[in-house]
């Protein structure tokens, strides 16, 4: 109010100023001034009828004192004149005294408004508050409006009717499209206007920007028009909200990501900070569930998963998730993947929607050429990601690939130590497999793999992941084919690349294992190859393949380097596996022969009957006997017999595969391995036996030999029932002097 009287004083004083010059211009006494200052303060103070009456009072008062003439009309035109600016001035105050009570209200609006919201602490909180904020200082309808998947969702409202959506060309969408102030004077002449049933005429939405962006829009709606210093006002405050969002948010994140450091440098083990991750990333996004997939041999493996397992299924979480489904994309592209709706979606797998997926993120963690880490998060209700959260998701993943190489590294340590300390108590078969499997797991994009281990001259398959082990058996390469093959990598021993195309060098077995079928329904055939030779201190120990089937860009330098530094840390174990193996050799081995030893036998009957067990494969054992040996040594001595022993021993291996297992059992007696042979295939070797004995003799001493087999797991199932019923056989056939028998 004081504003208002000092416009009064100043007014008053400019028309006895102008009165003053008027009337003595005219001729009128000075003190006529006085008689117009009055009535004209008050016109402007009291308003025109105060200024009526007080101008007719003055023209009864000049006429009283003698005043007539053109000078009474001319007083009465001064104080007619007097009136029109006193009433102009009044209304002129009047305005001005109301825009001050705006501008009054609006300030304590933007004020009170603005630290009731600097009060809240988290972006929900803000959004939701912000029209009963309003609701105080506005006389409008205010609501609050989100984007969703499909349009904008209400969030919170004072005074709006039932409307709680609304479609990408109303108000509210043009505002948070356009990120600018949308005023709509009349509603009824905006064609996409949606009508909430609040008889509203005008419409002010305003985009509430944080970090450069809209987050969110404030509508405001009644039914009369908005002034000027409200919009601006309310515009304002905006703005203000925005920075206040922009700072949580910032906020925000960097708690989180303190404490996701925490969690990564508090956990014991991968699983445990993925788990601890997780749970932070879905709470602070708001999702229904969260998963972290890892690819192992050709699928996605979970290596932690948050709330609902809706994303996974239940047959999917052991086995993990085939490379499709969006999957596929983001595997190749190392691009993210943001799914608003699966619904709406035409790659999207269906039991994913079935299971109630909607909204849908698949964001690489990291990867060279290949996304081999992804973050997986969904919910059940459709769901838009802005561009803020999508730069912090890209943010977020550079910190999980930081946290899962560093568990990764001492998750190989770890398996190395343990297979370093288990070794003296390892079976020799089981170590190979547990080296192939580790390598299989550790080196990105291998689905498969194979290990061939020097044995003499030769390099024999000594464990294979998702092949048939029965098709590969003992099959032998030579050190000249493997050189041939891995050309300049096998003298570096450095890992070598070959794709389909050059699939003339690979090195891979014949037959992928049937009972491993890619899931996902790719060609079985290898379509990338890495090859890692393995040596200690120059020479070579064994051939390392890790095989992709459905990429032919599944290995790249990450690849190479985890394979490289594999071979380096295990070579030594190799090499200590190689002579211990060549000591036990020794102590296995017949001094005469060179066949192994009857302790030799028992030893690698228990472990290859253990392999035809686990790859349910047949397996014979054969025992032998020669026919009129003692007569050799009784004859011509044990010099004769040693020498008939050794060319008994020659002609065992000869006939035999390469991959059957011969031993001198005892004295004149002898034994065989069949690994993966039947009763037709160990009949077929038995006859060349004992054909092959036809020219063996010592003088006039015609060597014969008799035989007894048993079968896996025809005839027994241990090997005490083996040997025994091959010894009955044996016995049988030696009764009725044949080389063998059949039951």
């Keep these: 109010m004081p504003g208002a009287i000092l416009y009064v004083a100043w007014g008053a004083a400019l028309l006895a100023a102008f009165s003053t010059f008027v009337l003595a211009f005219l001729g009128i006494p000075g003190w006529g001034a006085l ?20 101008a007719a009072l003055a023209l009864i008062i000049a006429s009283r004192i003698g005043l007539g003439g053109a000078a009474w009309w001319v007083l009465a035109y001064a104080l007619f004149a007097a009136l029109v600016v006193g009433w102009a001035v009044r209304e002129t105050l009047r305005r001005l005294i109301r825009r001050e009570r705006r501008v009054k209200n609006s300030l304590s609006l933007f004020h009170k408004a603005t630290d009731a919201v600097v009060e809240k602490e988290h972006e929900d909180e803000v959004l939701l508050a912000l029209p009963h904020l309003l609701a105080d200082y506005v006389d409008a309808n205010v609501s609050v409006w989100l984007p969703d998947a499909k349009g904008f969702r209400r969030l919170s409202a004072v005074g709006l009717g039932d409307l709680d959506w609304v479609g990408e060309r109303s108000v509210v969408g043009r505002t948070f499209a356009s990120g600018r102030v949308t005023y709509v004077p009349d509603v009824s002449q905006d064609p996409d206007f949606v009508d909430g049933g609040s008889d509203q005429r005008a419409e002010l939405a305003l985009p509430i920007r944080a970090r450069g962006r809209p987050r969110a829009v404030l509508d405001l709606g009644r039914k009369t028009p908005f002034h000027e210093l409200e919009i601006e006002s309310l515009k304002r405050f905006a703005d203000v909200v925005g920075h206040h969002l922009s700072l949580l948010a910032e906020y925000a994140e960097s708690r989180l990501l303190a404490d996701l450091t925490h969690t990564v440098t508090s956990a014991q083990d991968l699983t445990q900070a993925s788990r601890e991750a997780l749970v932070r990333l879905s709470s602070f996004f708001g999702t229904n569930g969260a998963a972290l997939l890892r690819w192992r041999r050709g699928r996605y493996v979970p290596v932690a998963v948050q709330g609902d397992a809706q994303f996974l299924g239940g047959a999917e979480t052991a086995r993990g998730l085939a490379a499709d489904g969006g999957l596929d994309w983001v595997y190749r592209t190392r691009e993210p993947l943001f799914i608003p709706d699966c619904t709406e979606h035409p790659d999207v797998r269906p039991e ?59 998750e190989r340590l770890s398996l190395l130590l343990t297979l370093e300390r288990n070794l003296p108590n390892m079976d020799e078969d089981l170590f190979y497999l547990k080296v192939l499997e580790s390598a299989v797991d550790q080196i990105p994009g291998a689905e498969a793999g194979s290990l061939l281990v020097r044995e003499d001259e030769a390099f024999v398959y000594r464990a294979v992941v998702g092949y048939d082990p029965a098709a590969v058996g003992r099959l032998r390469y030579g050190e000249r084919t493997l050189a041939e093959r891995c050309g300049e990598a096998w003298k570096a021993a450095e890992p070598r690349l070959l794709s389909q195309s050059a699939a003339g060098g690979m090195v891979a077995p014949p037959k992928p294992s049937a009972s491993d079928a890619a899931p996902t329904g790719l060609e079985r055939a290898v379509r990338h190859n890495l090859c890692i030779p393995i040596a200690y201190e120059g020479v070579p120990l064994a051939l390392l393949n890790a095989d992709a089937f459905g990429d032919e860009e599944a290995f790249d330098e990450e690849s190479m380097q985890v394979a490289m530094e594999f071979a380096v840390q295990v070579s030594a174990m190799l090499h200590e596996a190689s002579r211990r193996r060549l ?18 036998f028992e030893q690698q009957f228990a472990t290859e009957l253990a392999r035809a067990q686990r790859q349910e494969c047949s397996l014979t054992v054969v025992l032998c006997d020669l026919r009129r040996f003692k007569l050799v040594n009784d004859r011509y001595g044990h010099a004769a017999g040693d020498r008939a022993l050794k060319r008994v ?95």
């Design 649 to 743: 021993a020659q002609l065992l291996r000869e006939t035999l595969r390469s991959a059957d297992l011969v031993y001198r059992w005892g004295g004149d007696e002898f034994a065989a391995l069949l690994p993966c042979t039947d009763l037709e295939g160990a009949l077929s070797s038995v006859r060349r036996l004992v054909a092959g004995m036809e020219p063996v003799r010592l003088k006039d001493v015609q060597l014969g030999i008799n035989l007894g087999m048993a079968v896996f797991p025809d005839d027994g199932d241990d090997p005490e029932t083996l040997l025994r019923v091959a010894d009955e056989r044996l016995y049988r056939a030696k009764s009725a002097d044949r080389a063998y028998v059949l039951d």
């Design 352 to 410: 994913w929607v079935e299971a109630g997926v909607r909204g849908l993120l698949l964001h690489p963690v990291r990867g060279g050429k290949r996304a081999r880490v992804v973050l997986a998060m969904w919910s059940r209700a459709p769901r838009r990601w802005s561009e803020e959260e999508k730069e912090f998701l890209n943010v977020l993943t550079q910190v999980l690939g930081v946290m899962l190489q560093e568990f990764e590294l001492k």
């Design 583 to 600: 000591l036990e050799r020794a102590a296995l081995t017949d001094p005469l022969t060179g066949l192994g030893n009857r302790r030799a």
């Design 35 to 54: 008689v117009v200052v009055p009535v004209s303060a008050a016109a402007v103070g009291y308003g025109l009828r105060w200024g009526v009456a007080a």
